[in-house]
């Protein structure tokens, strides 16, 4: 594919990036590296991981991606391509910028079409840029004598210069342009700036956002500034507590947790994750040991934020936990049940945990320690049983009509559970701790759970699929001849470039039955070179609709075997069964022509030398087995 073409609108002031680069990148760059940093993947297969999409919803994983192909393809959704088209979904990236963004990463210089290799000026580009630099700046005012007061604010809540450090925490000064100054040193414009949401606009010009307050980087998952949250710190300023960076290209607080970057791996392994309230929070949890612990940005956690953590957890299973930390008060029960209405769309089981007293977990680690942490994690309860205590605890449940409201508050919380069995047994306990007939209790459960749906309920179970009808795996039919055509295609497209060369190229020029798989076969038939990364995906991609998605589906879906070695095995052996298949096709085509002709007629004895060489590849091909 031509560089220019690829790029799209992607010429930069530089030039177009040279193709012999864009290939060099994409070579170097492992795509379940960068995919990994995102959702957690498993091993699938030779030579195939696999993981919750990431774009789409969904309860069990559906996304493959295959390293040495440098290609993913989503089962569910029919998302598919390599590692330029992943982040440029993903990050709403150009061409370039994705480029660029992966050559920086491994160090690699791009050269550019009119010779330069110029300094990078896209637009999300140089926001991350100035997130970064103003990070770096925050950090270093941290040290200086203004920031005494940010100092101490830390040390009263337990944290030192190596947990500031550990975090990114920084200061800004309470002038209105020390960072439009220093980060204008570095080339930043005052409209980057504005873009970036680290200044504001008056009537002047722009000045800083944050002035005199506690800083804390807000990074991504894979760990880039994208924005910031500030603390109040001065008794004259009458901003609001907490200050975070604005809505922005690359910043999205629906989209944001504080602390994923450094708690994914550990969230990843253990498959749990605790969501606690702040920023002093996430510290304290993370020095007391509990380091899956992350935060919202100035916002309620809400669907977005789930969808996030379940790629991250893969709870494609339900084994894992989530466990929400609350305060006891009204703004934090209200947290609570509004967490619970979204919490369906976990796969984990739900838990809530309080501290003692009310206390949070910054204030509880200070008060009581590392280990008071750990044991409020540990003594959680499941969040069913918090929010049915949260919804009958305004009943008086010593008069009938008392326990009845009890019930029929507490009924729809039962009744939107989505396993059964558990469903049953929460009947059972409202009914004990209500002191009502479990008949009448269930009867109540039912008729709560025949309430009209509400928009967000029918969302949370799936909502209506209107996705267009495509050519799949599954629609295929299932027959030992399609069997063959799918699982040599497989084989081709994940293995052709360890096969022999001149068996590939016999087997890929025999027909297939059928259409969908024979328009896949034709295209690899056009591309006779199968020269290992990169091969397949270019083969995809001229793969022509509708069948492009069965192509991709053909080249993520696991191959059966335990190993390579066993996996070339059984290609190779596909691709002699496809080219045997095929002669002896020919060779019955052949006999049925040899009868509507003169045996001894010149066509008959072109006939039979053609059945003789079809006979002579025939046991050559059974003699290499």
């Given amino acids: 594919m031509d560089a220019a073409i690829a790029g799209g609108g992607a010429a930069l002031m530089a030039g177009l990036i040279r193709q012999a680069d864009v290939d060099e990148v994409k070579a170097r760059t492992d795509i379940s590296d960068i995919i990994g940093e995102r959702v957690a993947l498993k091993p699938a297969g030779v030579g195939s991981m696999k993981g919750l999409c990431p774009f789409h919803d ?28 992943f ?3 993903m990050d ?17 210089t791009l050269h550019y079409e009119d010779g330069g290799t110029a300094a990078d000026t896209s ?49 800004a000064p309470q002038g209105w342009s020390g960072l439009v100054e220093a980060l204008g040193k570095q080339g930043f414009t005052p409209e980057e700036l504005l873009a970036a949401g680290l200044v504001s606009q008056g009537q002047r010009g722009v000045y800083d956002r944050f002035r005199g307050r506690a800083v804390w980087p807000i990074r991504d998952v894979t760990g880039q500034t994208i924005g910031f949250g500030a603390r109040r710190l001065h008794e004259d300023d009458q901003g609001p507590k907490y200050l975070n960076t604005p809505e922005t290209t690359i910043y999205r607080k629906a989209n944001v947790l504080y602390g994923l970057d450094l708690a994914k791996r550990d969230i990843s392994r253990e498959h749990r994750v ?13 020095l007391a040991g509990v380091t899956t612990a992350i935060a919202t940005c100035g916002t309620a956690f ?35 049940l509004r967490a619970f209405a979204d919490a369906k769309r976990f796969n984990a089981q739900t838990y809530v945990a309080t501290g003692p007293e009310g206390l949070d977990p910054c204030d509880l680690r200070l008060q009581r320690g590392d280990g008071a942490v750990r044991s409020v994690i540990e003594t959680k309860v499941p969040m069913v049983e918090f929010v049915l ?29 989505r396993d059964g069995l558990l469903q049953a047994e929460y009947t059972r306990v409202l009914a004990r701790r209500l002191g009502l007939d479990p008949t009448d209790v269930r009867r109540e459960v039912e008729r709560a759970g025949r309430a009209p749906a509400t928009p967000q309920r029918r969302a949370a179970e799936g909502g209506q699929d209107d996705r267009p009808v495509r050519v799949t795996l599954a629609s295929l039919p299932r027959t030992p001849e399609i069997a063959l055509e799918r699982d040599a295609l497989m084989a081709f497209l994940q293995f052709g470039h360890l096969l022999d060369r001149d068996l590939m190229v016999q087997a890929v020029a025999m027909p297939f039955r059928h259409p969908a798989l024979d328009a896949v076969r034709s295209t690899i038939a056009a591309h006779p070179d199968a020269d290992g990364r990169g091969w397949a995906t270019a083969v995809i991609d001229e793969i022509p609709e509708p069948f492009g998605s069965l192509g991709a589906e053909l080249l993520a879906a696991d191959f059966p075997a335990l190993d390579d070695v066993r996996a070339v095995a059984a290609a190779t052996s596909l691709a002699r069964r496809v080219v045997g298949r095929g002669l002896d096709r020919e060779k019955a085509e052949l006999q049925g022509e040899l009868q509507r002709v003169a045996p001894e007629s010149e066509a008959g004895r072109a006939l039979r030398i053609r059945m003789r060489d079809l006979d002579l590849r025939r046991r050559a091909l059974d003699a290499e087995d």
Avoid at 63 to 72: K, L, M, T
């Fill in 58 to 85: 969904e309860r069990s994983p559906s996304f493959n991606v295959r390293p040495q192909a440098g290609f993913y393809h989503c089962f569910g959704c029919g998302e598919s391509g390599d590692v330029y088209s």
């Fill in 123 to 171: 637009g999300r580009t140089r926001l991350y840029a100035a997130n970064t630099a103003a990070a770096e700046w925050f950090r270093g005012r941290l040290a200086t004598p203004e920031a005494d007061i940010a100092r101490r604010f830390l040390g009263e809540r337990g944290f030192d210069a190596g947990a500031a450090a550990h975090f990114g925490v920084g200061y």
């Fill in 389 to 417: 205590d949260q919804r009958m605890a305004p009943f008086d449940r010593s008069t009938v009509e008392g326990r009845l409201g009890a019930l029929r508050a507490a009924a729809p919380v039962v009744s939107d559970l």
């Fill in 302 to 336: 809400g669907a977005d934020h789930i969808t996030v953590l379940r790629r991250v957890m893969g709870d494609d299973t339900a084994a894992g936990e989530v466990v929400f930390t609350f305060d006891p008060d009204a703004a934090g029960q209200k947290a609570a």
């Fill in 274 to 286: 605790v969501v606690v309230e702040g920023y002093t929070d996430v510290m304290a949890c993370h």
């Fill in 87 to 89: 982040l440029r979904k």
């Fill in 92 to 108: 709403h990236l150009s061409f370039a910028e994705a480029v660029e963004r992966l050559a920086g990463r491994i160090g690699y």
